[in-house]
């Protein structure tokens, strides 16, 4: 009896061992390495909050002296609302009513520092309201968005020492009387 034990569990060995397995070339096989990895890393990034980084996004020469997370934060947000709101005041907008609105701007600011506009919130009304005969309102916030990036330097946020992409929410108030 032990001997036919150990007679099928041989057999069974052998057909395991023998299956016609197809033989990856190196070039294969690193591409494989190279697929889990990047599966790994953009899992590791897509899932990183604001609130998670190591150092917040920062303006050169602007917010270098912040060395906490929360003045790295609150310079950042005081900065680019400075900026965004000096640019939008520079357009001449034609508007024949009063307006109140909130516009919610949904920003990220890459790995690289580049600012970028995700999405936007605001009144169908607002929206025709501020927008000029070429441009539309959210043409017109994008290309703002470029020209601050362009202007004023950004170190992007940071988390483990590698540049991350953050996402922010930008509340702008209108109230035009």
Known sequence: MKYYLLFLLGIALAFTSCENKPK????????????????LAEIRFSDIDKEEVDTYPLFRGICDSATTKIG???CFEKTFASLLLNSLKKDNYKVGEPIADRVMLYIKVDNEGKIALLNMDADEKTKDLFSNDSLSFKENITNKLDLI???NPIVPASLKGQNVST???VPIEIKVK
């Open 167 to 169: 996402q922010f929410t």
């Open 149 to 151: 990036s362009q202007e």
């Open 24 to 39: 990856l070339t190196p070039e294969q096989i690193e591409a494989m390495k190279q697929a889990k990895l990047d599966s």
């Open 72 to 74: 790295q934060k609150e």
